[in-house]
């Protein structure tokens, strides 16, 4: 059974800055695509960060673009989130996913397993 473990979140100043992690286990996690999804209270879970199997390429969406870098450790099974420049419409609940086809996937459908999130809350 796959399982993702999310931690990192936590109350932050705007303008601060947070570092989500999500450990894996289950199966190699090497195959797998990962991601990170975003749900506000009232709102669908929106995408946010997608890496490759092999970290080689990354997409982001456009409202975390330049603030948000998505990586990945295999070794660790563990990939992160690092995000600066935080702003309060970035509150929400972050949840990791992996998708089991090593490629980059952006849509909620497209992941198979999910982490059951962290809070992430930034203050005015």
């Known amino acids: 059974q796959v399982q993702l473990v999310e931690s990192g979140g936590g109350l932050v100043q705007t303008g601060g800055s947070l570092r989500l992690s999500c450990e894996f286990s289950?199966?190699?996690?090497?195959?797998?695509?990962m991601g990170w999804f975003r749900q506000a209270p009232g709102k669908d879970r929106e995408f946010v960060a997608a890496?490759?199997?092999?970290?080689?390429?990354?997409t982001y969406a456009e409202s975390v673009e330049g603030r948000f870098t998505i990586s990945r450790d295999n070794a660790k099974r563990t990939h992160y989130l690092q995000m600066t420049g935080l702003k309060p419409e970035d509150t929400a609940v972050y949840y990791c996913?992996?998708?089991?086809?090593?490629?980059?996937?952006?849509?909620?459908?497209?992941?198979?397993?999910w982490g059951l999130g962290t809070q992430v809350t930034v203050s005015s």
């Open positions: 996913a992996a998708s089991p086809v090593p490629v980059l996937r952006t849509k909620v459908s497209d992941f198979e397993y």
């Open positions: 289950g199966r190699t996690f090497s195959t797998f695509g």
């Open positions: 890496i490759n199997w092999r970290g080689t390429y990354t």
